[in-house]
């Protein structure tokens, strides 16, 4: 019982952790989104201070084309956080599901153990 008291325990605390990676992943894909956003303000800005929007232009802003490469990068960034996202959710799915058998199976031992005991009562 002990023993498997402590493996619900470990799975418990491993699905709780899957959760705060997901939760952390969430998070940076928000901060990024809200820094793509930001940047995307800010080039415009620029578009409009400058009045050149064509990244071709001999004149373009060069702080417009850097804004532009971060947010190029942020994008990609975002990008690959979504599929890590995906993966992690994926593993926490199957690390919590983990954890609801291994209680099943210890609420089945828990009630074949009094019902055993229960007999042995009445038997003696």
Known sequence: MKSRDSAIRMLRFQAEERRRQVGQIETMIEEFTRMVSDLDLEIAAEHRRTGIEDEKHFAYSTFARAASQRRENLQASIDELNQQLDTAKAAFDLAEAEVDREEEKLQR??????????AERAAG
């Open 109 to 118: 031992e828990t009630a074949q153990d009094g019902a055993h005991h229960e």
